[in-house]
Nanobody, 123 residues
Framework: QVQLVESGGGLVQAGGSLRLSCAAS????????MGWFRQAPGKEREFVAA????????YYLDSVKGRFTISRDNAKNTMFLQMNSLKSEDTALYYC????????????????WGQGTQVTVSS
């Protein structure tokens, strides 16, 4: 019923930029929040950014503030993550997720997940 598909990942040099996209499909799609999480090998999944779907309020992991920008196009059921000044520590599999609940920083509270898109930053 609801499917999330990420795109835009790739290999970039440190200091470079990438723009991730998340396209949602499904007539019942109506989240309270949409967010981005990332997971590096051997590490737990961590919150990166989230946006209120109707209100547009944004929330960020401290280490990406000023570098990443989350946005959405409600009419197209699409979310974006503009990633600038990328660092090697940003290397991870990035997941698009949707939540019909609060607690936006907690992965366990998200009920929609994409397959992930790989971001690799070389130093």
């Amino acid at each position: 019923q609801v499917q999330l598909v990420e795109s835009g990942g790739g290999l970039v040099q440190a200091g470079g930029s990438l723009r991730l996209s998340c396209a949602a499909s499904g007539r019942s799609f109506s989240p309270n929040y949409m967010g981005w999480f990332r997971q590096a090998p051997g590490k737990e999944r961590e919150f990166v950014a989230a946006i209120g779907w109707s209100g547009g309020g944004t929330y960020y992991l401290d280490s990406v503030k000023g570098r990443f920008t989350i946005s959405r196009d409600n009419a197209k059921n699409t979310m974006f993550l503009q990633m600038n000044s990328l660092k090697s520590e940003d290397t991870a599999l990035y997941y698009c997720a949707g939540s019909t609940r609060g607690l936006i920083r907690l992965a366990a509270n998200y009920n929609y997940w994409g397959q992930g898109t790989q971001v690799t930053v070389s130093s």
